[in-house]
Nanobody, 126 residues
Framework: QVQLVESGGGSVRAGGSLRLSCEAS????????MAWFRQAPGKEREGVMT????????YWADSVKGRFTISQEYAKNTVYLQLNNLKPEDTAMYYC???????????????????WGWGTQVTVSS
């Protein structure tokens, strides 16, 4: 059974930083596309960043450009999301997502990822 487990969430003040981790298990190989989404109460889920693990290309939403970075560590089957210069509007549950299909459109605008984690909460106070 495949599993995605997030960690690293917490409460920080505006301008602070966090690093979220997503450990993938149960896969024959690291999924072709991995991503971070977020959802705040009363708002729809939105894609934050994606990484194509085959070539390392990353994609991002305009709201986090220049502040967030997605990266991977093959040896640990883990993808990270570095959150810098956090703002109160970044407060949300952050979810890891993955899709193994080589035909999958690996962009934050694509909501149809096959596998999802349970999420980790990020709270930013002003």
């Amino acid at each position: 059974q495949v599993q995605l487990v997030e960690s690293g969430g917490g409460s920080v003040r505006a301008g602070g930083s966090l690093r979220l981790s997503c450990e993938a298990s149960g896969y024959a190989y690291i999924p072709h596309c991995m991503a971070w989404f977020r959802q705040a109460p009363g708002k729809e889920r939105e894609g934050v960043m994606t990484i194509d693990t085959s070539d390392g290309n990353t994609y991002w939403a305009d709201s986090v450009k220049g502040r967030f970075t997605i990266s991977q560590e093959y040896a640990k089957n883990t993808v990270y999301l570095q959150l810098n210069n956090l703002k109160p509007e970044d407060t949300a549950m952050y979810y890891c997502a993955a899709d193994q299909s080589k035909l999958f459109f690996c962009r934050p605008s694509n909501p149809l990822f096959r596998d999802w984690g349970w999420g980790t909460q990020v709270t930013v106070s002003s």
